[in-house]
């Protein structure tokens, strides 16, 4: 089981950007499972961004509703988080993350079984 995560940059405040979380591995496919994003800023703890469950269930945290969206695209195999309007506080190393149990609090970063490197997002004032 591998998890890329991959999309981040630099960008100017009121941007966007995409970030994707690519499975790969024989028998590895994301609607089996649960996907979560998380975010970790220097200095900060890693805190959950979004998140899809394998039945297409949606979440998003409240500081990043309204502008960031999970989505999956089940032909690539991959779970996509849109992020817009972006701001000089979103700037962190971005990680995905996926789980096959039910019933977990998803915004939870022990609910995951397997985690991506993270890609990083710097967003500039």
């Known amino acids: 089981v591998q998890l890329q995560a991959s999309g981040g940059g630099l960008v100017q405040a009121g941007g966007s950007l995409k970030l994707s979380c690519a499975a790969s591995?024989?028998?590895?496919?994301?609607?089996?499972?649960?996907t979560g994003w998380f975010r970790q800023a220097p200095g900060k703890e890693r805190e959950f961004v979004a998140s899809?469950?394998?039945?297409?269930?949606?979440t998003t945290a409240d500081s990043v509703t309204g502008r960031f969206t999970v989505s999956r695209d089940n032909a690539k195999n991959t779970v996509v988080l849109q992020m817009n309007n972006l701001k000089p506080e979103d700037t962190a190393v971005y990680y995905c993350?996926?789980?096959?149990?039910?019933?977990?609090?998803?915004?939870?970063?022990?609910?995951?079984?397997?985690w991506g490197q993270g890609t990083e997002v710097t967003v500039s004032s």
């Open positions: 993350a996926v789980t096959r149990k039910v019933g977990v609090p998803l915004e939870r970063a022990g609910s995951y079984d397997y």
């Open positions: 899809i469950t394998w039945r297409g269930g949606r």
């Open positions: 591995g024989r028998t590895f496919t994301l609607t089996a499972y649960s």
